[in-house]
């Protein structure tokens, strides 16, 4: 895919190159990686996706009055709410690993992933195939609120 930019003296074409993936159990940040003519490469921002349920606590999902979350045992956290942070860690990992898969699927170019260290060894045990061997780098890190130099940095580009 091209791209045509325009600055100061003329055209600049740039094609993508790949895309990297950054996710934790709440957000996933997608960048298309272009490379210049002149062989320069950057990243632009393509999509954003937050994910309050991966964000909220519990107790803040599953109340029995507004702002208070009952235990039945003092100071501790209850099974229910340890099977539903279960739950829900995993169906945030299905549907980032099913993400993950989908867009593959979709774009031909190489990708490079960063996710948190809670759920990448997860993820990854869930993508096809066909999707492990597209990534060019899979990092064990939260690089999701790392500015674009930081991210080009850890990723080498």
Do not use: C, W
Request: net charge positive; proline share 1%.
């Amino acid at each position: 895919m091209l791209f045509r930019q325009t600055q100061k003296g003329g055209t600049i074409m740039s094609k993508i190159i790949g895309y990297v993936l950054l996710a934790d159990l709440g957000k996933i940040k997608v960048f298309t990686i272009q490379q210049t003519e002149q062989k320069t490469v950057s990243l632009q921002a393509y999509q954003s996706i937050e994910s309050i349920e991966g964000h909220g606590k519990l107790s803040e999902i599953y109340s029995d009055k507004s702002g208070d979350y009952n235990n039945s045992t003092a100071g501790g956290s209850s099974s229910y709410e340890t099977k539903s942070d279960l739950e829900r860690t995993n169906r945030v990992v299905d549907g980032l690993a099913e993400f993950i898969n989908q867009f593959a699927e979709q774009n031909k170019e190489k990708l490079y992933l960063s996710l948190s260290s809670p759920i990448h060894a997860q993820v990854e045990k869930k993508l096809k195939t066909s999707t492990t061997e597209k990534i060019k780098a899979f990092l064990t890190k939260d690089l999701t609120k790392q500015n674009v130099d930081t991210v080009m940095q850890a990723f080498a580009l």
